[in-house]
């Protein structure tokens, strides 16, 4: 289950941060293949994906 890869980060680590001010959501990349998205002011709620795309607008 990918819950482990953020019980186990430790807090001097910086991951890669995609956020802005207006954001409600942020995107951790815990490692080169993983992105973990959690909402802002919710740290217990939290998706984990292999796998994402650039959205286009």
């Known amino acids: 289950m990918t819950h482990d890869v953020l019980a186990g980060r430790e807090?001097?680590?910086t991951p890669e941060r995609d956020r802005s001010p207006e954001?409600?959501?942020a995107a951790l990349r815990t490692c080169p293949d993983?992105?973990?998205f959690s909402e802002n002011s919710?740290?217990?709620?939290w998706i984990s994906t292999d796998l994402t795309v650039d959205?286009?607008?």
């Open 11 to 13: 807090e001097t680590e």
């Open 23 to 25: 954001t409600d959501v």
């Open 34 to 36: 993983r992105t973990v």
């Open 42 to 45: 919710n740290a217990d709620g």
């Open 55 to 57: 959205l286009e607008r």
